[in-house]
């Protein structure tokens, strides 16, 4: 493992306080403003269209093409699963953004996740009523 820089104590101490400061802050200010939540459910006002959480909008989005959408999904995860060990690639002697040895991976990982995006503006954006797709004014 040459080429590497061996870590300080001191980096992670400071590390520590960061991360300490950041979630105290984000307790206070949670304290003192509210979630932005709707009102409780009432089944006789459901809207529509009834969308997920954003971070699952593109999986509404794929299987309102076809249920058999979901399947890509699971295979999808799979492969990210399975991600560490595909290609095999030698030792790096270095730590690198987007190296060459692992192109599969970087273009694999790239694609799926702009696809992702594509279809979550998609769905967020661009559906109406009934989940019809409309142009937004």
């Known amino acids: 493992m040459r080429g ?31 979630a932005p ?3 409780p459910a009432d089944i006789s006002l459901v809207p529509n269209p009834v969308k997920s959480a954003w971070f699952l909008l593109w999986i509404q989005e ?9 399947y890509p999904i699971v295979l999808l995860a799979v492969l990210f699963l399975a991600l560490p060990w595909l290609p095999p690639s030698r030792a790096a002697d ?4 987007f190296s060459r040895d692992q192109l ?7 694609m799926t996740f702009g696809v992702i995006v594509i279809l979550t503006i998609v769905a967020m954006f661009f559906r109406g009523e009934n989940w019809e797709f ?3 004014l």
């Open 37 to 39: 939540l709707q009102a």
């Open 94 to 97: 270095r730590a690198q953004w």
């Open 104 to 110: 599969f991976v970087t273009v694999i990982t790239l």
């Open 4 to 34: 590497f820089v061996k870590s300080s104590p001191t980096f992670f101490r400071m590390i520590k306080r960061a991360v300490t400061l950041f979630y105290g802050a984000v307790f206070i200010v949670a304290a003192f403003i509210t």
């Open 62 to 70: 794929l299987v309102s093409y076809s249920t058999y959408a979901v």
């Open 134 to 136: 409309i142009v937004p």
